[in-house]
């Protein structure tokens, strides 16, 4: 392949990220895939005239409460719009730092949510009493709904999360979904959107995900877990310029590569993707099949 000139190092990252976990699509497809994907997420009102069609919604039984999954998928921010106007009423389990970055944007949520009559609440991951104020939202009939993926647990050391097979490599998660699911003893249920036409969308749902009672903690995280990030596989795989993550996984902490030398790259190997860049005003080469930068 032709070595890419003049290209950001947003878009080198991006494209490494999606070579590792999706090599079947060749380089070359690389930068039409980046230019759908920042166009899917340039902001988007909370508010929006988008219709949605909610007889998916209407399919599932709600009479108990559950753990609804999000992914951020392009419609994460108004998911929880279409929810609540199925008469579904929820707090939503976040990172601290997240709520404060985006503040103001979820105060506004939060008010649009309230239109229906029913409260919404934020709870915080690292409130020592997350566990408590969760157990009391099921237990006065409200759903519990998080972010399954996204900027977040960056702290958080691989041997603290639990590794799972994801698309064509692999990736470390956090625990704390399935680990709910277990203490509370309530089934997680992954939701995300489909695209109809025009501005017509559709919610759809994965299979619930239930504690089995020959299960102990340890094969429920696990299995919990693979099963939450084997639906978001599946629309990746589909439509790969919708997942808003690809430009920031090297944030999350969520996988190890072992990094050549570039003596052991050989500048000459045209399948390590190569790319010029400039980082820091300086020009350089990125071998993104091996997440290595060397300055020229």
Known sequence: MPIEDNQSWEYALFSAHLYRYIPAISWDNHADIYKKWTIVHQPKPIGSTLQWDRSFLQELD????????????????????????????????????????????LLQLQDELRNNGLEYGFLMSDDPQVLLK????????????????????????????????????????????????????????????????????SVVAGNRICVQPYENRDCYITRCMQQVYDFLAIEISRSPWNWECWSYLHEMNCYSIAVPTIKEIGEQNTDAGIIHIQLAGEKGVFYRKYFCYSRR
């Not at 999000?70 to 008469?87: E, F, K, N, S, T």
């Not at 050391?157 to 994801?166: G, T």
């Not at 990736?171 to 995300?192: C, D, E, M, N």
Request: proline fraction near 4%; include cysteine.
């Open 134 to 201: 969760a157990r009391k939202a099921i237990r006065e009939g409200r759903h519990l709904l998080v972010f399954a993926d996204g900027n977040s647990g960056t702290s958080e050391s691989l041997n603290k999360k639990v590794r799972i097979d994801f698309l064509a490599a692999d990736i470390y998660v956090r625990k704390g979904i399935a680990l709910l699911s277990f203490l509370l003893q309530i089934p997680v249920i992954p939701i995300t959107h489909v695209f109809i036409n025009d501005d017509y969308y």
């Open 62 to 105: 709600w009479t108990t409460p559950q753990i609804i999954c999000l992914y951020h998928l392009g419609m994460h921010a108004q998911i929880p719009l279409v929810l609540a106007a199925h008469g579904l009423c929820f707090d939503i389990l976040m990172d601290r730092a997240v709520f404060e970055k985006q503040r103001t944007q």
